[in-house]
């Protein structure tokens, strides 16, 4: 043992320690071939004396767990899913487990590849923010193996499975309750989405089931109230969203107030307006359908529904982590309120650039 201290243990050194051959060691720890019962106790009490790999190899084989969770989301950068993101991890360290995290940019093909690297880590179970609602095969194959699965914020179709989020849908109808209260009858509605205008109007099926509430909310209450609109989508960068909102903004008959999709188009949008010369909310009003700390210090405050990010990522490692565990709701769909904080970004008509 003292040969050991300066050094970090080996799989060999653990083989001596049970007293079994090297391979014999392999395959008790790594839970495949023919190792009696008895043997891998040993080599499981060897590792355990000797820190092997600290410990966790051991306590994976010995428990059947890795105390580990995948977490596949779309946009690390976006703050909605960066405090979320936290609120897993916190959770997730709170109950001694560890998170793994992989960013996807919303490309399927990056999501089913890391989906299948977890499945080989062997976590213990998975929470998704799904880059598509139509190719889900590989969740599917989740499913069918009984691998705990949690769905973040989006809705993949045909997945079964326990889905954390808000209902985007209400919140958009709310918004734009909001701006018709104050005269609004004109709007644009701006997404990252990579639908073309054409495309949403025609009712295609959108990629992101959030998205798909949202303009199906507009489009609703376009029908209900005579609201005319405008869907701008492709903005999938500051400086396209920059660029969209001045050529918006510069056009005959141009909306009265602008809906953002989420904080990371808000911003180039209110400086898009600004660049132009014209006053929020005299010229243009500006809502976003995500709130985040910049909103409440620019000037005006903008007008924004405040989702509870990190408390929605709290609540999917919980439900996961009690999956895990072999309970859980009995229910799969849990959807927390969001709340609708008025600012100073909404004008009324009157005050509005007809």
């Given at each position: 043992?003292?040969?050991?201290?300066?050094?970090?243990?080996?799989?060999?050194?653990?083989?001596?320690?049970?007293?079994?051959?090297?391979?014999?060691?392999?395959?008790?720890?790594?839970?495949?071939?023919?190792?009696?019962?008895?043997?891998?106790?040993?080599?499981?009490?060897?590792?355990?004396?000797?820190?092997?790999?600290?410990?966790?190899?051991?306590?994976?084989?010995?428990?059947?767990?890795?105390?580990?969770?995948?977490?596949?989301?779309?946009?690390?950068?976006?703050?909605?899913?960066?405090?979320?993101?936290?609120?897993?991890?916190?959770?997730?360290?709170?109950?001694?487990?560890?998170?793994?995290?992989?960013?996807?940019?919303?490309?399927?093909?990056?999501?089913?590849?890391?989906?299948?690297?977890?499945?080989?880590?062997?976590?213990?179970?998975?929470?998704?923010?799904?880059?598509?609602?139509?190719?889900?095969?590989?969740?599917?194959?989740?499913?069918?193996?009984?691998?705990?699965?949690?769905?973040?914020?989006?809705?993949?179709?045909?997945?079964?499975?326990?889905?954390?989020?808000?209902?985007?849908?209400?919140?958009?109808?709310?918004?734009?309750?909001?701006?018709?209260?104050?005269?609004?009858?004109?709007?644009?509605?701006?997404?990252?989405?990579?639908?073309?205008?054409?495309?949403?109007?025609?009712?295609?099926?959108?990629?992101?089931?959030?998205?798909?509430?949202?303009?199906?909310?507009?489009?609703?209450?376009?029908?209900?109230?005579?609201?005319?609109?405008?869907?701008?989508?492709?903005?999938?960068?500051?400086?396209?969203?920059?660029?969209?909102?001045?050529?918006?903004?510069?056009?005959?008959?141009?909306?009265?107030?602008?809906?953002?999709?989420?904080?990371?188009?808000?911003?180039?949008?209110?400086?898009?307006?600004?660049?132009?010369?014209?006053?929020?909310?005299?010229?243009?009003?500006?809502?976003?359908?995500?709130?985040?700390?910049?909103?409440?210090?620019?000037?005006?405050?903008?007008?924004?529904?405040?989702?509870?990010?990190?408390?929605?990522?709290?609540?999917?490692?919980?439900?996961?982590?009690?999956?895990?565990?072999?309970?859980?709701?009995?229910s799969t769909d849990h959807l927390l309120p969001t709340e609708f904080v008025e600012r100073e970004s909404v004008g009324h008509l009157s005050l509005a650039t007809p």
């Open positions: 043992m003292d040969s050991l201290s300066h050094r970090t243990a080996s799989l060999m050194d653990v083989a001596r320690l049970a007293g079994v051959s090297r391979s014999t060691a392999a395959r008790a720890l790594g839970g495949y071939g023919s190792v009696s019962g008895e043997l891998v106790a040993m080599v499981v009490a060897a590792a355990e004396t000797l820190g092997y790999r600290g410990n966790a190899l051991a306590r994976s084989v010995s428990s059947g767990r890795s105390h580990t969770i995948g977490v596949v989301v779309s946009d690390i950068e976006n703050p909605y899913f960066a405090r979320a993101v936290r609120g897993i991890a916190d959770k997730a360290k709170e109950s001694g487990f560890d998170v793994i995290l992989a960013n996807t940019d919303e490309n399927v093909e990056a999501e089913r590849a890391a989906v299948q690297v977890f499945l080989d880590k062997r976590v213990d179970g998975l929470i998704v923010a799904s880059a598509t609602r139509s190719d889900s095969a590989h969740l599917l194959d989740v499913v069918r193996m009984e691998r705990p699965l949690v769905l973040f914020d989006r809705r993949p179709d045909d997945v079964v499975a326990d889905r954390v989020g808000t209902d985007s849908y209400a919140d958009a109808r709310k918004v734009l309750g909001h701006l018709a209260e104050h005269g609004h009858r004109r709007i644009a509605f701006v997404s990252a989405t990579t639908k073309t205008p054409e495309e949403l109007e025609a009712g295609h099926p959108l990629p992101i089931s959030t998205i798909a509430d949202r303009v199906r909310a507009i489009k609703d209450e376009s029908a209900e109230t005579g609201l005319e609109y405008q869907l701008i989508s492709g903005v999938m960068s500051p400086e396209l969203t920059h660029a969209a909102v001045t050529e918006l903004l510069g056009s005959p008959g141009r909306p009265s107030a602008l809906i953002m999709s989420y904080s990371r188009l808000a911003l180039p949008a209110f400086q898009a307006i600004k660049a132009l010369g014209l006053r929020v909310p005299d010229d243009v009003s500006l809502v976003c359908l995500d709130d985040t700390d910049w909103m409440t210090v620019s000037a005006p405050p903008v007008s924004a529904v405040h989702v509870p990010s990190y408390e929605l990522g709290v609540r999917a490692a919980e439900i996961l982590l009690a999956r895990i565990a072999g309970g859980g709701p009995e």
